[in-house]
């Protein structure tokens, strides 16, 4: 009993220091092992870049499961740098489309695949439905909120410049769009005549694009000089 005790407690250090590499070697052995693992519920995203075109309707499916392959330790990153499937579109053929999936499309937010490789995507393709670009041509409405400080007046009609924008989307969307306001100016900070840069309010315009997104509108004020009224010698009023 005693032989063994001592053989086991001769050269500790020596021992215990083996072992830790063993355990380290075997780790790195480990994370250069290929694996493969199954990554549900990622995204899938479309780039339109068919000008004449705009997206009626998210991708259906929504989600795909992808299928990584790669070491151990590369794997890991997926939990982090989550994957998603971007899906170009240079062109549109037809209002409904089926597009396969590739492996080339999927990408880590913040990174590259780098050491991984992408074996697979389920399912193997999305459906795309698209609608016609239209545009039209809708005038300006300036709003505006309280009034001029005392002594100024409106030497003119409030306009803007331009007096109509490029309004762009689905024509259902573009149905019962007569005019496009602005957000209101405050009259109150008018301290002489401007053009005051103003933002197009989109608010309840989901879905349609606005060109140019901001006008210049245009405030031209005046002193405000009030009637005077005197007091003849007979005592009536004289203008």
């Not at 062109?91 to 590259?112: F, I, K, M, N």
Request: charged share 25%; aromatic share 4%.
């Amino acid at each position: 009993m005693q032989f063994l005790l001592d053989a086991l407690t001769r050269n500790w250090s020596l021992k215990l220091t083996a072992l830790v590499l063993a355990v380290l070697l075997w780790t790195v052995v480990k994370s250069e092992e290929l694996t493969r693992v199954s990554v549900g519920n990622v995204p899938i995203e479309v780039v339109l870049r068919d000008p004449g075109w705009i997206l009626s309707a998210p991708p259906s499916p929504e989600t795909a499961t992808v299928i990584f392959a790669g070491p151990w330790r590369e794997l890991v990153r997926l939990a982090v740098q989550k994957p998603r499937i971007i899906i170009p579109v240079d062109e549109v053929r037809d209002s409904v489309e089926v597009r396969q999936l590739r492996t080339g499309w999927v990408q880590l937010d913040g990174g590259e695949l780098s050491r991984l490789r992408t074996e697979d995507i389920r399912p193997g393709a999305v459906l795309l439905t698209f609608e016609r670009l239209t545009t039209r041509v809708v005038p300006i409405a300036v709003r505006t909120r309280g009034e001029l400080p005392p002594g100024l007046e409106l030497a003119a009609p409030i306009r803007s410049e331009p007096a109509a924008i490029r309004v762009s989307g689905p024509s259902r969307r573009l149905e019962g769009v007569d005019s496009v306001p602005t957000e209101p100016i405050e009259l109150g900070a008018v301290r002489g005549s401007a053009a005051i840069r103003a933002r197009v309010d989109t608010a309840g315009f989901g879905g349609l694009l606005f060109s140019p997104p901001d006008v210049d509108v245009v405030v031209r004020v005046t002193p405000y000089v009030a009637d005077s009224v005197s007091v003849g010698a007979d005592g009536g009023s004289e203008p």
